[in-house]
Every structure is written in structure tokens, then in C-alpha cells.
């Protein structure tokens, strides 16, 4: 049988939010066409996302929004704005710039993440997510190649912050100093609920520098602090009884003589 | 092809159709809860995933941590494979019986001490709780008994690296029952343990630990003949062995070290009077014997070979036996900054060389050529 071949084309929509004052929204296309050197006919294929799946990932986006705010205080509100109209910007170069480089390379992967954004990520940024390999790997290669690889448990904002991680660490990576100075800068950017998604996300897709990155972040951010600020800082509820937390503390008194006294409340 | 990319992307589709589905009954039932099945708190990450972050922190917050909830306690108590006692100057004792028993799957314990706390009570609860532990660490124990060795002997049969340095009460009748219960040790010290390291405690660790790699006999000067070269004979895959200070071994030791433990790459000889020219040749005819029979073999190992060697105070040796020595082991170098040839208080063995001295020797010789 003569192998069909057929031109894909993808939206990527980017859905502004109100409570970013300065945000931009983008629309961008991807125009990706499959070269055949023996294609008779090419038939196409137009994925576009339909009105009621627009709408329901705009709720899911002010619900989203309105889960933050009940978190952040009203004042952190504003600076994360600021924080995310860069991090925008940033990913719209980055995009232009993967536009670009698409153009020259060939190799590319698409990913679909759990709120349906598609990202087109180069091979070997694919490669650094252990668990997309595997994926790649056990499918056969002419049907990888346009099939969108779904991502239940990953949401678009914390692929596009893996994505962008994998840039910066390969260009960072040619000092130590720069690699260092990087990562410190990419964890001071991230709050405490984005530090928690993009951890589980990268332990999901086992990426495993970023995972070690975030990793040593959390365990210097809860060294030498009390119980309480542990338990506050992950947002753990405390169900030791009054007794066994007594007891708890009498067996270990040693444990709780150099803590922090700024962390006790 | 084209029905099978077509039944694919079908499957792909239904499967995602069905993950919507499930976030939107999420939806509607908890108007809170946006991502049924999706992690939304702390509490709920992975417990491989905390062990990751919690094993980046000292013990000390561990222990903070497992006061946390009782999912972090159950999680840590189960996950935490090494734990570290050194840094309590007070109470490791009391620390050891209450902590120990919560951690049953201990691979890794260190109770080095500079002020002698353990006592036998603590390694008998070590050895009744943790029967995975393969590195134990007790230097400076002082105060512990052979109840202690005979206690580890039963429980931690899988020990592969023991430290007992400094641990002057153990008696070698103790020593040789572990010896014959813990066959996977590879790194045994024994530095200081005069008591203990004796020719009936080494033919045993010869006979039963056949897999050992490293031994350190610093300062026990109750070692002879008998047992290093029962030790040479039992366990052919020695790497380090230090008889510094083990006055009373003559080069029999030596000579059965450097026949029958070809991957012998460390050696110290430090204070050994008794070690002659005989030892020394010995050592340089091993290298030789080797890679015949590498060769015979089909593949001689370049990696093996003396790197370290400490013959400080050894004063009855030549230098023509030593730079015998020299000649047949390469990595064993006398030049500044790269000592690996250690003879301190030999005062007549000055003029022996290593490799690089003889290179620059021939250098230095050709220079006067062009001059004509």
C-alpha cells in the first residue's frame, strides 16, 4: 500500500486573564507539513478546537484564577502578575524562537497537556521527560510523529515552565556559575503552590534535573524550621491527637533544640 | 496504515474524551476541586517524592518532619534508609533505643562518637530491628562488650562494611563468631582493636568472609604470620590491607599478600621492623607472575598493580630491592606532590626513583647533543 501523508495544522491558544493587568494575549499558529518524497495525494487534517471546549477551558481558567487569589494575599497579587506578564513574555520568544528552530530541525514532539493546550517541544527537550521517551519509544515511529502524546496528570502552565527550565539549563549549563545563578533565579520566581505542581509534574514526567533542583529548593526552605512551619509551609493539616503529639515531642526533645526561633509562631 | 492511524488517534481521542468527562463530574460535584485525580495538596504528593526532598535535609529535620502528620511519620519511618547519630554529643544512647525501631528498613547507620555514650543495650536493639543494615559505623565505642558482636552477628548477616576501630574491649573470639555469620563484608576496620585482631579472629574472617576488599589492622601488634596469611589465602580479592604498626609479621605476610592477592593496589608497612629486601622482591615478582598468567588467561589487567605503599621505619631494607618495586608498579611515584611511595625515617633508600625521575633524567642527557 502507498503511505498516505498528511498536513496537520494546530492552534495554540493562549487565554488572557483578567486579574493580569499587564497580560497579553496571543494567538499562535503552527503550520507543520510532513515532507514525502513517494506522497501521491495528501489529504488534510484541520484540528481546531471546537467553541464549547474554548469556553469550558476559560472556566476552568478564572476557576483556576480564583483559587489563587483565595491563597495568595491581595498585595503578592499584583508582583505575581508582574512575574507572570514576564514569564509571558518570555515564552512568546521563546515560541518565535522555537518557530525558528523548528523550521531548521525536523525532529519534533507534540504534547497535550490535561486543560488541551498542545505544545510542539523539540526532540531532545522530550527526551529530558523520562516519561515521554518511554512513550516515544514503545510507539511505533510513523504514528508518533502526528499524534499529539496526551499528559492526564500535567497542565499547560506547568509544561510551558518545564519547557522553558530545559531551555535555560542547556544554556546556563556552560559555567557552573551561570547554572547555579539560573536555578536560584527560576525557584525565586515560583511561589509556594507553583513549586508544588511543577515538582509533581516534573516527579510525574521524571525530569529528573529539575526534580533534583526543586528538590534541594524545598529541603533548604524547611531546614532547621519547627514543626509548625513545616506543617504550614507544605499546607499539612495536624491529625496527632494532644497525646501523641506530647508524647511525640518527649521522646524526641533533642530534635527541638536548635531550631529556628523565627520560625515558632 | 491508514486504518491503523486512524484506530489509534480513535483510541487517543476516547481516552481523553473519558479523562473530561471525569474533570467535569469532578466539577459539578466539588465546585472547589478543579482536577479529580490530580494532586492538590502537600500532603498527598508521593511519599518517593518526599523521601527525595526529606533526603536531601539533615537528621535533625527528619525527625521535625515526622512530627508533621501521621502520613509523613508512616512514610519516613518506612522510607528512611540512612541515618547519621554523629553529631549528638549527648544521649545517643537513649537516641538509639527510641529512633532504631521506628526504622526498619536502615541500610546505612553512623554512631561514630569522640566521647564513648553507646553501650550494648543500643546494638542489641540495632541488631533485633534492623535486619537489612549493610554499613555500620560504632568507632570509638568504648564502652561496648562482645554482646555486642555476638548480637550483630545473628541480626545484620548482611553487613558489608563494618567500622569497630577504636573498639578496645572486643575479644577475637567475638570477632571470629561474626566473622562466621557475616560472610558479604567487604570493608572491615579494626584499627586499635588490639584484643580483637588476632591470628584466631583473621583465620576466621580468612575462612568464612572470602568476598573482603579492605582491611585495616592499624596498631594491632597481637597479628602474626599465621593469620595475614590465612587472610591471603581466604580472600583473593583484598584491595587494602594496612599493617601499620603490626610489629610482629615478617615477610612471610608480605610474600603471601603478593601471591595470592592479585588486585592488591594499597599496602602499608608502616613500623613493620621485621620486613626485608625478600618481601620488597617478592612484591615486584608478583607483578611479573600476574601478567604471565594474564596472558595466559586471554586478558591481563592493566588497572592492577601497587599505587599505594608505606614502608615508613622499615629501615632493614636496600635500595635495589625497593626500586625494584618501583620499577614494576608505575603508579607508584617518590616525585613531590605525588607521594604514593611513602618511606619516611629510611634514610638510606635516597636514591630510589620512580618512572618520571628517569624520564627527566633522559631528558636532561639529550640536551647536550645539539650543541655540537
Known sequence: MAKESGSSKIEMLEISNEAMAEAQSSKIEMLEINNEAMAEAQSSKTVTMKPAEAEESKTETQKITDEESKNVPIAATEEESKKLSITKVEESKNAATATTEGEKEEAKVSLKTLDGVTFEVEAWIAKEMETVQAYIDDTSADTSAAIAIPLHNVAGRELARMVEYCKEHRRASVSAGNLKEFEERFAAALNLYEMKDLIIAANYLNTKKLLESLSRCIAKAIKNKSVEFVRDYFGVTNDYTTEEEAQYRETNAWAFRNVDEDSRN | ?372
Open chain 2, 1 to 372: 496504515m491508514v486504518g491503523k492511524d486512524n484506530l489509534r488517534a480513535e483510541d487517543l481521542n476516547l481516552c481523553f474524551k473519558k479523562l473530561m468527562m471525569v474533570a467535569g463530574s469532578g466539577n459539578s460535584e466539588k465546585g472547589v476541586n478543579l482536577k479529580v485525580g490530580v494532586i492538590t495538596e502537600w500532603k498527598d504528593i508521593p511519599v518517593e517524592l518526599l523521601m527525595q526532598i526529606l533526603s536531601l535535609v539533615d537528621d535533625q529535620t527528619v525527625i521535625i518532619a515526622s512530627g508533621v502528620c501521621r502520613g509523613w511519620r508512616d512514610a519516613i519511618y518506612f522510607g528512611l534508609a540512612r541515618l547519621s547519630l554523629s553529631w549528638c554529643s549527648k544521649n545517643m544512647n537513649n537516641l538509639v533505643l527510641s529512633l532504631v525501631p521506628k526504622f526498619a528498613k536502615l541500610q546505612t547507620l553512623i554512631l561514630r562518637q569522640d566521647k564513648p555514650q553507646l553501650e550494648d543495650n543500643a546494638v542489641e536493639t540495632i541488631a533485633k530491628c534492623c535486619h537489612e543494615l549493610q554499613i555500620l559505623d560504632l568507632s570509638k565505642s568504648f564502652k561496648l562488650t562482645d554482646r555486642s558482636l555476638y548480637e550483630l552477628a545473628l541480626g545484620c548477616r548482611d553487613l558489608t562494611k563494618l567500622n569497630i576501630s577504636g573498639c578496645s574491649a572486643f575479644s577475637d573470639n567475638a570477632l571470629a563468631y561474626l566473622a562466621s555469620f557475616c560472610r558479604k563484608l567487604k570493608v572491615l576496620n579494626l584499627c586499635g582493636c588490639v584484643r580483637a585482631a588476632s591470628d584466631t579472629a583473621l583465620q576466621a574472617i580468612g575462612q568464612y568472609c572470602n568476598q573482603l576488599q579492605s582491611l585495616n589492622l592499624g596498631w594491632c601488634d597481637n597479628v602474626g604470620d599465621v593469620g595475614v596469611t590465612t587472610l591471603a589465602y581466604g580472600c583473593p580479592d583484598l584491595r587494602i590491607v594496612d599493617l601499620c604498626g603490626c610489629v610482629r609479621i615478617t615477610d612471610d605476610s608480605v610474600i603471601a599478600l603478593a601471591t595470592r592477592c592479585p588486585h592488591l593496589r594499597s599496602l602499608g608497612l608502616y613500623y613493620c621492623k621485621n620486613i626485608t629486601d625478600r618481601a620488597m622482591y617478592s612484591l615486584a615478582h608478583s607483578k611479573v607472575n600476574n601478567r604471565m598468567w594474564g596472558t595466559v588467561k586471554g586478558g591481563g589487567n592493566d588497572e592492577d598493580g601497587l599505587r599505594t605503599l608505606n614502608i615508613s621505619q622499615c629501615t632493614a631494607l636496600t635500595p635495589s630491592a625497593v626500586q625494584a618495586v618501583c620499577d614494576s608498579f608505575p603508579s607508584l611515584h617518590t616525585c613531590s606532590g605525588r607521594h604514593s611511595l611513602i618511606m619516611s625515617g629510611c634514610l638510606n633508600l635516597t636514591s630510589v626513583h620512580c618512572a618520571c625521575a628517569v624520564h627527566a633524567h633522559r631528558a636532561f642527557t639529550t640536551f647536550p647533543y645539539p650543541a655540537h
